[in-house]
């Protein structure tokens, strides 16, 4: 029911905080007269709730507006404030101002409902139709005002529907803080000491007010509630703007544009929000673009991500996230970064009458291709392109840098094919990690982000993709032994069971057997690295398995991407160093760091699980007792990350050759030189043969008249910026190689 307080017995009695009138005095008698010459009008007939700047007032700059509660202004004078194609004369004209605070040198002009913000210096607004702030904002954080209810706080149910990861936003929350907070569900006290650490960065005073920082620019907005908007903000024709907090600053200025809606949040510095898009119960990383009627809704997105059209429900996103299409959707899952949802794609599931509790995970890199769909529950290893299709039952990919596609001609297991990616689009994937950091705009980056696909995360999918599929090749080889009618010959061929009979064990001497099977296996992959064979894994699929094509070869890519990652690693750490080449001492020195042989992708930064586990005790005893200490763990991380991962270079190396690094032959450092060699010739070489492929291939060419023609469109091969950049990067690359790896 709408309340009626009748003026004429009004008090007018008006607490301002003290610290709001220093500098200021109240208006002259020749000022007042000037105001409601003007056409202005207070609700309090003798201007004492009015407040303005001791040194500079002009009170002429104030025309058909009125004034409630009390009003203090900054300084006020003639003259114009402009940005882009907005002019506007400096001063306050055609609004209503309600408990009113503004800065130096403000344009206020058509903002019908105005109440409870300051303003900062600069500021434009024009043509609003209500700006106000409540007692009980919290600008998007998932806080509590002091004696209020639980169920009034604001949580955002990332990964899964039924809110059983859910998270609380802060003002600095990345992703690093969302997986922690989303995956550690188990550990209760944790739970509790995040909760405890986003409470105690934020004011609970009953008493809050909007804020608009300087040089900020509001304009044609329909509502702006409850909302702190950052230095340089730009923000024109918005329609809804709720209890948010949008981060900017005049390095990385933020922007919102027509039609926006967007209510209970916290968007990131130099992310940019436009046409139409929808943000409901969000976390925007920085430098993020939401536009064309996109929909994030309980959802935290990672920095540098682009996301278009699309539909985005109750997930977690780490950053360089791409998702553009209509027709594509994204429901309960964990994204962990540099992935691409193609049109059509759809993420998701319909419940079958169940509980919407499902959830995907998917590594870096993935990318399911054009009309896509999957069931949940499913998980993916890094880099995994998936080909068109439905797949109607549960995946579980632990194979990296793989290509999964539906089976033919009545085959309902699915096909894999591992380490496709170095065979087939090496282009890609080199291009990946050039694109990335050219992608990355950030000026104060927070989030640490590892983009290079050859990283700990991945050496670590490698690993035990290697010892997985050797143990399936040991057990189809005990499968058969008990076969009579089975011939296996070198290259593997011969009578394969079906994913529904895949582990059983052959014979009764079972352990001695199983060892003698892995060994074998592994002689047999060692000596034939061009066997062309299949082998069944039950657990890719539910209920139809997997077929694994060309596993040697992927035995054989796998291993020479250990020791190239190795090298590299080795090679930046000497160049960090600034050691000319490996010796037993540099090596020595090397091993003396810790050794973590288990990583976790944390919100995009790849960090050791025992520090992960150090980070989580820590918390839980006290320890950090607030995001920012946090965070400057993760920086420590990030500082130690070379020397880390360059301990695990040495103890990949070992693993390949069976002995610790400095121990090797001059024969075994040729084979890793030549290894290294031909991993890096590929990238570049597969890399100029696929892109030369858009210039030779029929099918490429037909749409042109001619090749001059084609030239224009697509440019000339030999003008490739990319490739003529990464042909630098190989030969310095090389070059190094061999000064490092000395024979």
């Known amino acids: 029911m709408v309340q009626v ?3 004429d017995k009004r008090s007018f009695s008006i607490s301002i905080p003290s610290e709001l009138t220093e500098g200021k005095r109240r208006l002259t008698k020749e000022e007042i007269e000037i105001l409601e010459k003007n056409q202005n009008i207070s609700d309090d007939p003798s201007w004492q709730n009015f407040y303005v700047d001791a040194e500079c007032f ?122 922690l907070w989303s995956r550690y569900r188990e550990d209760g006290a944790l739970m509790k000491r995040f909760v405890a650490l986003t409470e105690k960065g934020a004011s609970s005073a009953e008493a809050t007010y909007g804020i608009v920082k ?44 027509e039609g926006v809606e967007m209510v209970n949040g916290i968007m990131g510095s130099g992310s940019r929000v436009f046409y139409q898009a929808v943000a409901v119960r969000f976390v925007i990383g920085k430098n993020c673009q939401l536009k064309y009627g996109a929909r994030l809704l309980n959802s935290v997105l990672g920095d540098n991500s682009t996301v278009s059209c699309c539909e985005i429900l109750n997930n977690l996103i780490f950053p360089f996230h791409e998702q553009h299409h209509n027709s594509s959707f994204l429901i309960a899952s964990t994204i962990m970064g540099q992935s691409n949802i193609a049109s059509g794609a759809t993420i ?13 995970v998917a590594s870096r890199g993935f990318w399911p291709s054009l009309s896509s769909d999957f069931k949940h529950n499913s998980r993916f290893a890094s880099f995994v392109l998936v080909a068109k299709g439905s797949y109607q039952y549960e995946l579980d990919i632990p194979y990296p840098f793989s290509l999964v596609a539906l089976g033919e001609n009545g085959d309902r297991s699915v096909r894999i094919f591992p380490a496709w990616w170095f065979m087939y689009d090496m282009f890609a994937l080199v291009r990946n990690r050039y694109k990335f950091k050219k992608r990355d705009k950030r000026i104060v980056p927070v989030q640490h982000i590892e983009t290079d696909p050859f990283a700990p995360d991945t050496m670590q999918e490698i690993m035990k993709v290697l010892e997985r599929i050797v143990r ?23 009578d394969h069971s079906s994913a529904d009979d895949h582990g059983v064990s052959c014979g009764g001497e079972n352990g001695m057997i199983e060892a ?60 960090e160093k600034n050691i000319v080449s490996v010796s037993p001492a540099v090596l020595a020195d090397m091993a003396r760091y810790p ?39 993760y920086d420590a991380c990030a500082a130690s990350y070379l020397a880390d991962k360059t301990r695990y270079a040495l103890y990949l190396l070992e693993y390949i050759y069976g002995i610790p690094f400095e121990r090797c032959s001059t024969e075994q450092y040729r084979n890793l030189v030549e290894s290294v060699i031909s991993v890096s010739d590929d990238m570049y070489e597969l890399s100029v043969s696929s892109r030369e492929k858009d210039y030779t291939d029929y099918y490429r060419k037909m749409t042109y008249r001619s090749r001059e023609e ?17 042909k630098d990067d190989t030969e310095r690359f090389n070059k190094k190689l061999y000064r490092v790896f000395a024979l």
Not at 79 to 102: F, P, Q, R, W
Not at 130 to 152: A, D, Q, V, W
Not at 516 to 525: L, N, S, T
Request: with cysteine; charged share 30%.
């Open 595 to 633: 050794l973590y042989t288990e990583w976790l992708n944390a919100g995009g930064q790849i960090i050791p699980l025992e520090k992960i586990d150090e980070l989580r005790e820590k918390v839980k005893r006290g320890e950090m007792s607030s995001w920012d200490e946090v965070h400057r763990f």
């Open 472 to 494: 399936l090749k040991a057990e189809e080889t005990a499968r058969l032994c008990g076969r009579t009618d089975a011939k296996e010959g070198v290259d593997g061929s011969g």
């Open 348 to 360: 998701g599931s319909n419940h079958n009458s169940r509980s919407p509790d499902g959830e995907l």
């Open 710 to 726: 084609m030239d224009a469109v697509l440019g000339t091969i030999d003008s490739d910026d990319f490739l003529t950049m990464l």
């Open 58 to 179: 002009e009170a002429s700059l104030i025309r058909d507006s009125s004034f409630s509660g009390f009003t203090v202004l900054g300084k006020l004078r003639r003259a114009m404030l402009k940005y882009h194609d907005l002019e506007l004369e400096e001063g306050i004209y055609n609004s209503k101002l309600i408990n009113a605070v503004t800065g130096d040198d403000n344009a206020i002009r058509n903002v019908a409902y105005f109440e409870n913000y300051r303003l900062g210096k600069n500021v434009m607004l024009f043509n609003i139709q209500e700006m106000s702030c409540t007692s009980h904002s919290k600008f998007g954080e998932g806080i509590l005002k002091k004696g209020e209810p639980e169920e009034n706080r604001i949580w955002i149910g990332v990964a899964n529907e039924n809110g059983g990861r859910e998270v609380l936003p802060f003002k600095s929350m990345i992703t690093a803080d969302a997986y």
């Open 5 to 7: 307080t009748y003026t």
């Open 516 to 575: 003698a099977k892995i060994e074998e296996a592994k002689a047999f992959f060692e000596k034939n690295p061009d066997a062309d064979f299949t082998l069944a894994d039950a657990q890719c699929q539910k209920k139809y398995g997997a077929t694994i094509f060309r596993p040697a070869y992927a035995y054989h890519q796998y291993r020479k991407i250990i020791k190239y990652f190795a090298a590299k690693t080795i090679i930046e750490y000497c160049d």
């Open 214 to 257: 300087n040089n900020a620019v509001i304009k044609n907005t329909t509502l702006l509630k409850d909302a702190e908007i950052g230095e340089c903000a730009y923000i024109k024709g918005a329609f809804k703007l709720k209890n948010i907090t949008v981060l900017s600053s005049e390095a990385e200025p933020s922007q919102i544009g």
